[in-house]
């Protein structure tokens, strides 16, 4: 990764320091990661157990004073223990709300895939509408809300693919990947004493970090910009090995990240540098191959990174003050 922490918005570099203590290597993830977060997103993190995923999120849920809530997706998970149920109370004769672990701030969805898609669906109602649905009542989902999902390979056993109209509710798919040797020597020397999340505090409060939310909605996109990103979007649908492009939810989702990435680099405005960057982390998942391309060898990555290759970067830069 290229980008230097002094680059940053202030209040968000202190936030990716903290996850630099904790975390070795990673710094791209991360700052994805706080992308999705303030565009008011969710990321699907697909990887092997054990490469920091939960660690990751916690690292950021105590950066921010927001309440950390873990799900652990599992076969026989039921939506109410997702969202929550009612429990009648014999002293007080009526029944009490007792929330669900979908009612914290940041939310870790562990291994998504592991459960039946009617228990994906309770997660995926509140990350699209922003409240859940318990006993037949809407109830509201806090602010902030974000929820980072992590599933296994499709390929391990036991698993639940998630449905394309479910993959797309997620701003980011990420894959963090294993450590180098180095970096895998540097985690042993940092856990041999004290956890290095102690070392971690909290620089932005919850009202702050909703306060930046929408401070990121403001940020300017230029004419030019969109037309780069819908151009880009478009040709994942005429791609010949594409049974299904990019929806226009797509676009708007590019359109949001880059808008937070722009923020965070203390900009007010979007550059076509940021639609570059962030389209292969925002589109692949959302891309529907056909069997040929499949067979073929191609992958939804590859089409993207070929699509960003083959479109011109306006040139214009955009200058709005």
Do not use: W
Request: overall charge negative; hydrophobic content about 40%; charged content about 25%.
């Amino acid at each position: 990764m290229t980008q230097q922490l002094y680059l940053y918005e202030p209040k968000i570099s202190e936030v990716l320091r903290n996850v630099k203590k904790v975390m070795v290597g990673k710094e791209e993830t991360a700052l994805l990661s706080v992308v999705a977060l303030l565009a008011k997103g969710h990321v699907l993190l697909e990887d092997v157990p054990g490469v920091g995923k939960t660690m990751l999120v916690r690292t950021l849920a105590k950066s921010l004073d927001c309440d950390f809530k873990r799900i652990q997706f599992t076969p026989d998970l039921l939506p109410s223990d997702v969202t929550g149920v009612s429990i009648y109370n014999p002293k007080e004769m009526e029944f009490e709300f007792r929330p669900g672990p979908i009612l914290g701030n940041i939310v870790l969805a562990d291994e998504i895939n592991r459960t039946s898609p009617k228990t994906q669906s309770a997660l995926l109602e509140g990350m699209e509408e922003s409240s859940i649905t318990v006993e037949g009542s809407p109830v509201p989902l806090k602010e902030p809300f974000f929820v980072m999902a992590t599933q296994n390979p499709i390929e391990y056993e036991g698993t639940y693919p998630l449905p394309e109209a479910q993959l797309d509710r997620f701003l980011l798919k990420l894959n963090m990947g294993y450590p180098t040797v180095q970096q895998e020597i540097e985690m042993l020397n940092r856990t041999s004493g004290e956890h290095p999340l102690a070392l971690v505090s909290a620089v932005l409060t919850k009202d702050e970090l909703v306060e930046i939310q929408n401070k990121v909605t403001d940020v300017y996109v230029d004419a030019t910009v969109q037309r780069y990103i819908v151009e880009i979007v478009t040709a994942t649908r005429k791609h010949s090995g594409v049974y299904l492009g990019v929806s226009p939810r797509g676009s708007i989702a590019l359109m949001k990240a880059a808008k937070a990435y722009a923020y965070i680099h203390d900009r007010d405005y979007v550059i076509p540098d940021d639609v570059k960057f962030l389209a292969p982390h925002v589109l692949p998942h959302r891309i529907i191959l056909t069997s040929e391309s499949k067979f073929e060898g191609f992958t939804p990555e590859g089409i993207t990174k070929n699509i960003l290759e083959e479109i011109s970067v306006p040139v214009k830069r955009d200058t709005h003050e």
